[in-house]
């Protein structure tokens, strides 16, 4: 059983959802995307919620409920067409700082006017 909790899902499968049509395909560094190029994969991040914890209350190294300051952030594609490629996924876990920098890139990303 795992001790994360899915809260973010950007997924082209999602059951019958308009507004999140999921995360574009991937087709080369080459190619620019456009608002019809191909959908497909999935972008989730996961938190550890507040009831996990580590070790038993009262013994040393008890680390009680509260936040959690890692989050899973991972990946998952399909195979882009055309292309013998399979498809891949993978997580990785970010710890508070982390998350941190990665929210301040997307703020000034969102933000910018101009992007070198």
Known sequence: MSI??????????????????GPF?????HVLPTPDSPRGGCLHCSHIPDHITRGTPGEEGYEGEGLKDYMRVGVSELQRPNI????????????REQVTKLRDYLTW????????
């Open 84 to 95: 013998n490629q399979y498809p891949g996924s993978g997580d990785v876990v970010l710890d």
């Open 25 to 29: 395909v991937y087709e080369g560094s």
């Open 109 to 116: 990303w969102l933000e910018a006017e101009h992007r070198w």
């Open 4 to 21: 994360y909790a899915s809260s973010l899902s950007i997924d082209a499968e999602w059951p019958d959802s308009d507004d999140d049509k």
